[in-house]
């Protein structure tokens, strides 16, 4: 009934390297204004003619253009946007939507696991103009693969370095600024993300968005680098090394209930190891299937003669390769911790909740990613044996349940945030490579993978 369409830009930030102008500067804005405005004017003219061509759009009597003692007939009810270019602009070459490029080279990887370094055409082409040599060019690239940027590189003329900006040279008011410049002459939505370093801090987000609203943005979306990602190893930082301390001795009695229970009093050493109980030769479960974005998930769950799990086990459909690689290891640790005396609830706590690109709706409730699966599964799987063995109704399952996840949360307490807690972004799901964050959507500089939502 309103005939809304998206007619919008990519390769923006190409655009001005061509020209030699600088993303983040009053040029840089003002032919902004002028790139859009002008497809909105002559957009909005065209819809006004095919609408005296073939009549105005069903609702216009209720829009803006039916107001006003000017009134203007139109075929489309909004006709602008700036959409999320991601994978187009990869197989076109060029830079997304209004976004300034990422980085200026990338490392690429092809169908047979060949990687290659990339590098901008555009700033080789003007490294080129300006008489470098093929070495010279060479030595350029392996740098900015490292980086991404060419600000370090005080050997290149300044100006060089004022055009070919990336997205993290970037100060965020200034990509807020050219967004809300381009959404002065946008009907429809606008897709940006402001790309923070990873030192910014609260404060730094915070007046991103309130220069966003200050400026009349439709939208805000930061990203600040390797926010969504836990670092387990620090290698010469040794702040960031844990020390193990000397365990006590174990004592020789302990009270239960009332009797003393005799133990043989050992000296447990610098480290207290659990191994875990042997798997006997027979254990009987239950597989279930869940639908998630990866594919349908088959877990198995085998339990032993008392009804506890003991083990788990996932195999993705058709899908394979990086997901079963990393559910398989999942699993595996998960079935060590079982098999350790770990208690199931605690560990479906810390697997339910991990969110991934990938979310999916099902008959089961939200599954937000492979880990989210089996954590729910396995919750699903542990209030079936009380059904069947206590003979509990669900309600009073269900009951049961909490009080278990918050005796569970009780004893973490005192060891600090968890990984599941904190979750993560990430690699490409295609070749494992870094992905980023652009115009709300992840996409990989690698392969070329991209997803938004």
């Known amino acids: ?55 105005e759009f069903p609702n216009w009597k209720l829009s803006v253009f039916a107001k006003g003692e000017k009134k203007v007939k139109m075929r489309n009810a909004a006709l602008t946007t700036v959409a999320p270019t991601g994978s187009i602009s990869m197989m076109l070459d060029t830079s997304s939507g209004l976004e300034p490029n990422f980085a200026l080279a990338y490392v690429k990887q092809d169908k047979d696991a060949q990687f290659y370094h990339y590098l901008n055409e555009h700033f080789k082409n003007e490294l080129e103009n300006r008489k470098f040599s093929d070495k010279e060019i060479e030595a350029i690239k392996k740098e900015v693969v490292d980086r991404g940027s060419i600000q370090h590189l005080t050997y290149l003329p300044q100006d060089l370095r004022d055009t070919f900006v990336t997205s993290m040279d970037i100060d965020p008011e200034s990509h807020v600024r050219m ?34 609203w200050r400026l009349g943005c439709k939208s805000c979306t930061v990203y600040r680098d390797g926010s969504r990602t836990i670092q387990v190893l620090n290698v010469g930082d040794e702040k960031n090394i844990t020390k193990t301390t000397e365990a006590p001795k174990a004592k020789s009695e302990l009270e239960t209930g009332g009797e003393k229970e005799v133990r043989v009093e050992a000296t447990l050493g610098e480290r207290a190891i659990i191994a875990p109980k042997e ?30 799990p003991q083990e788990v086990f996932a195999m993705l459909g058709k899908t394979g390769g990086y997901f079963q690689e990393q559910t398989e290891a999942i699993c595996r640790l998960i079935s060590l ?37 089996i954590g ?78």
């Open 179 to 212: 967004q809300a410049t381009f959404q002065k002459h946008v009907d429809n939505s606008i897709s940006k993300t402001i790309n923070m370093p990873n030192e910014a801090t609260v404060e730094d987000v915070k007046q991103a968005y309130l220069d966003a």
């Open 337 to 373: 911790g079982l098999r350790s005396h770990i208690s199931p609830e605690y560990i479906i706590k810390h697997l339910k909740g991990i969110r991934g690109p990938m979310v999916t709706m099902t008959t089961r409730g939200t599954i937000l990613s492979l880990p989210d699966a």
């Open 279 to 308: 798997r006997p030769e027979t254990l009987s479960g239950k597989t279930y299937k869940v639908k998630t974005g990866y594919g349908n998930l088959y877990i198995t769950i085998n339990d032993d003669n008392a009804g506890s």
């Open 1 to 55: 009934k309103n005939r809304r369409i998206g007619l919008g830009i990519m390769g923006f930030a190409d655009m001005l390297y061509k020209m030699g102008v600088k993303y983040n500067s009053e040029e840089g804005y003002t032919l902004a204004e002028k790139v859009m405005e002008t497809i909105q004017k002559e957009s909005h003219k065209m819809s006004q003619e095919l609408a005296k061509e073939k009549g």
């Open 376 to 453: 729910k599964i396995m919750e699903e799987h542990l209030n079936n044996n009380i059904r069947e063995n206590v003979g509990l109704s669900e309600e009073e399952v269900m009951v049961a349940a909490q009080e278990s996840v918050a005796r569970s949360e009780a004893l973490e307490s005192d060891s600090g945030k968890s990984v599941a807690e904190y979750g993560y972004m990430p690699g490409c799901p295609e070749c494992g490579s870094k992905i980023v964050m652009s115009e709300g959507c992840v996409e990989c500089p690698s392969c070329g993978y991209s997803r938004c939502g």
